[in-house]
Each structure stands twice: as structure tokens, then as C-alpha cells.
């Protein structure tokens, strides 16, 4: 297993994959030296603060998708994904580990497995059933219970003992909570078939409505809430109570759970019954959906349209006092996951001159150096590299004479630690760039907006 892990983290390099630097062997014991993941196991995120909101949960699984298949596009297979083999480096980028089950498959990519391996609530039915397995369709299993897992917070398949959660895995029925959106209910119904070959493929779950339209389950979700809901009268003297500030507080899921009450739906892996539709991993119609929300509630789906005009203001002026009375205006939700904030996506120049572009770059340099002595040969990433090593004492010839050692030796060793660290900084950098032109624009409209809400306030 320790074999076979070294010799996967050596021939995968992904961002979304862990990186090995060194392996150190001693008489008793061998270590591996991989780079550090700071924010943990993804399985004490979910149980320690609840499950992701999907517009969340929905860039980490891309993630985890596009890792798993630049595995098989190598010939590799996890054998291993779960929760707790998932770690996060920040709110919204994470990096698979564990590669100790993970097996190249010679023969092609139809190749027969016979080992059990993995973590039972894992597995999937052809583990327990036959005698031999292919192993991407059980790494799309995985993939398929963890998403379950990220976004619903416990598993689909339960049982105090090994036999009886093979028993439950076999037979099939799950629950799946109805407060979920319908692109993420048919996505893990399409990936949660009992017949591997009529699982949908890596590339299929990519191009998904759940992974391509993160944003549009919230939309529809609040489309659902303001038709379910009554309008609220305006009044002139209003008070708030407690109830309607937990309620003001509560996240998207739990509002639409309380005012659309829809039942969990009743799921089994071996029914087929509409579950090979074309469009069944795209179940909404997008520009069609759109233009109906926008007709009957234009606010309902934000950015995406027009902004509409707030009604008037009323002000009520009593002798001296002048002062802003009107229902407090519910805030726009914020982007929130298990109570911390969340990065803004904003795309930035690759040429742009406030930072090295040092992250985007992969290839064979990343993992060995070049085996050239011509620096112009090299790109910038590895130039700058190898110029810090030779600060070091680690010169061009020392750095191609360890290369056929390649993580057993301490230089090489040195060589990934540098080039790990340029591209984190590369990372950082381009993070500090995007906060920049994001804050700044605003910055004077957000001082101006808290000295109003200073100056606002209601009058019982």
C-alpha cells in the first residue's frame, strides 16, 4: 500500500490532488513529507458545522471531479474517496489525499479489480456482489456518496454492522431530504445506479446543471419562497420580535424548508424508470425558467436581471424629532458557509503585472527539474526556482544528477518544497489582487451605507 501510494503521488499532479515532496526511509519506518493542508478533514467540516449550502458544495465537488479525472486519464484509480480522504486548504479549494488503495490499471481502463478496498459506507454493490469490479465505476459511486454527504450531512445507506450495511447497500433504498434543488436530486439519482456501466462518466456529472449552474438551486428556491409566502402589511408603527429575527437569520435551506414542507423522496439505486432521459442530468430549462421567475417576480432571482426600484421611503416627523420610520428592509442573503464568508469569484488577467503567474503553471517541472543546463530553456516558475536553490548551494548539476532518485532524495526533496511555495505565493497574490478590485470601488459606498444604518432606526 505505502508502495503503491508513492508511486501514484508520483505520477499524478493536480492542484486538487495532495503534492509529495520527500519520502524518508529509516530501518523501522518510511515517511512521507507532503505539503500541509491547513483547514482539515472535510468530514469534521460537514459534522462539526452541518451540511454545505449547494451553491457551496457545488465548486468543491467540480474539484474533487476534475482530480478523479485526471486520474483515470493516467490510468489510475482512488479505490478510497470519502469524506475524511478530502482535505481543505481554504473555504473554497480543497485536495484529495489517501492514495494507499489506489492501483494503476494496465490492461486499460476495463480492467478486472478483485480487491475489496476502501471504506465500507463507500462501496459500491458490485464490492460485495462480484467477484471482480472495473474501478472507475466505483470511484464515480464514491463520488456520488460523498456529494450526498456534503449536501445532505449523514449517509444514504445506514447500519450499525458491516453485514447489515452491506444488506442496505444492496437492496438500494435511500431517502433524499425534498428541500434540495431538483439538478442535485437527479444528480445523485443518476449516479446512484446499481449497474456500473450505466453510470454516468466523470465528463457527464462535469457538464451537469448541479456543477454548471452552482447559483441556480438558490434561485429557484427563492422564487419558491416568495410565491409561498404571504405578504407581509406595512405599517407605520412596526415591532420586531424574536421569532422574525431567527427567521431573518436563517439560512436559504431552512427558510424554503419551512415554507415549502416538501417530504423527503423515497430513492432505490436499482430502479430504472426514467433514469435514462437525455436530458436527465439537466432537468431544468435555464433560459426558459429564468424568463418566467422574471416575469411574475423580477427581485426573485438578483443580479441576473434588472435591478428593481425600491419603493419610497416614508418619514414621520414628530416636533424635533426626524427620524426614517419604515419596516426594516430584509438584507440581501450573504454568502455564507457553516458561518464564515466566503471568497467572491472575480476573474483576473492572466498577464496581469501585480503578480507572478506562478499557480496556473504545471507540468513535468513541477514534480523533477528540467534536465538542461540552458536556463532559457526553463520557464519562470522553475528560473526563479533554481535560482533560490543556488542561493542554497544546490546548483544546476546536483539538481539533474538526483533526479533518477526522485523523491527518496533529499535535493529533489528541496527542489518541490521551493516550487510548491512560489506557486502558493503566485496563489496568495492573485487572492490579494481580486480582494483589491473588489473592496476598493465600494469601499467609500459601504462608509456612506453604515452611517446611514447608524442614523436609521424604528420608532415604537
Known amino acids: 500500500m505505502l508502495s503503491s501510494e508513492i508511486g501514484t503521488l508520483e505520477c499524478v499532479h493536480h492542484p486538487n490532488i495532495l503534492r509529495l515532496f520527500e519520502v524518508v526511509e529509516t530501518l523501522g519506518r518510511v515517511y512521507l513529507v507532503t505539503e500541509w493542508i491547513r483547514g482539515g478533514e472535510l468530514y469534521n467540516h460537514i459534522t462539526q458545522g452541518g451540511p454545505l449550502r449547494e451553491i457551496h458544495a457545488a465548486p468543491l465537488f467540480k474539484q474533487l471531479l476534475l482530480a478523479v479525472k485526471h486520474m483515470h486519464s493516467l490510468g489510475y484509480v482512488h479505490r478510497d474517496i470519502k469524506a475524511e480522504n478530502v482535505l481543505l486548504l481554504s473555504e473554497d479549494r480543497l485536495k484529495l489525499a489517501d492514495f494507499g488503495f489506489s492501483t494503476q490499471l494496465i490492461n486499460g481502463p476495463n480492467q478486472k479489480l478483485d480487491t475489496f478496498c476502501g471504506s465500507p459506507p463507500y462501496a459500491a454493490p458490485e464490492l460485495f456482489s462480484d467477484d471482480h469490479y472495473i474501478g472507475a465505476p466505483v470511484d464515480v459511486w464514491a463520488l456520488g456518496i460523498l456529494l450526498y454527504f456534503m449536501v445532505v450531512g449523514n449517509m444514504p445507506f445506514r447500519a450499525p454492522t458491516i453485514p447489515g450495511l452491506k444488506a442496505a447497500i444492496l437492496k438500494g433504498d435511500y431517502l433524499i431530504p425534498g428541500q434540495l434543488s431538483l439538478p442535485c436530486i437527479r444528480l445523485i439519482q443518476r ?8 453510470r454516468p462518466s466523470i465528463d457527464d456529472i462535469l457538464n451537469s446543471q448541479f456543477v454548471q449552474c452552482p447559483t441556480l438551486s438558490a434561485e429557484l428556491m427563492q422564487h419558491e419562497i416568495n410565491l409561498h409566502s404571504k405578504p407581509s402589511k406595512r405599517s407605520i408603527f412596526w415591532v420586531r420580535s424574536k421569532s422574525q429575527r431567527l427567521r431573518k ?31 436527465f442530468l439537466q432537468p431544468i430549462e435555464v433560459g426558459h425558467v429564468l424568463m418566467l421567475i422574471q416575469a411574475k417576480d423580477p427581485s426573485a432571482i438578483g443580479e441576473a436581471t434588472t435591478p428593481v426600484k425600491r419603493p419610497a421611503r416614508r418619514f414621520l416627523l414628530c416636533g424635533s424629532l426626524k427620524k426614517k420610520v419604515t419596516p426594516i428592509e430584509t438584507e440581501p442573503e450573504k454568502q455564507l458557509s457553516n458561518g464564515k464568508l466566503s471568497a467572491r469569484n472575480i476573474e483576473v488577467a492572466v498577464d496581469c503585472p501585480l503578480f507572478k503567474n506562478y499557480d496556473a503553471e504545471t507540468g513535468s517541472c513541477i514534480m523533477l527539474p528540467t534536465p538542461t543546463d540552458d536556463l532559457s530553456e526553463l520557464t519562470a516558475l522553475e528560473f526563479e526556482a533554481r535560482q533560490l536553490l543556488a542561493e542554497m548551494g544546490l546548483n544546476t548539476e546536483m539538481l539533474i544528477n538526483a533526479r533518477p532518485s526522485g523523491p527518496r532524495s533529499d535535493i529533489i526533496g528541496a527542489y518541490r518544497i521551493v516550487v510548491n511555495r512560489l506557486q502558493k505565493q503566485s496563489w496568495l497574490a492573485r487572492k490579494h489582487v481580486e480582494m483589491a478590485l473588489h473592496i476598493e470601488p465600494n469601499a467609500k459606498k459601504g462608509a456612506d451605507r453604515d452611517k446611514r444604518a447608524e442614523r436609521s432606526c424604528c420608532i415604537l
Open 191 to 198: 449516479i446512484l445506479i446499481h449497474i456500473p456501466a450505466q
Open 249 to 279: 437569520s436563517a439560512s436559504l435551506r431552512d427558510r424554503y424548508a419551512e415554507v415549502v414542507k416538501k417530504p423527503p423522496i423515497s430513492m432505490n439505486t436499482r430502479q430504472q424508470d426514467e433514469m435514462f432521459v437525455p436530458n
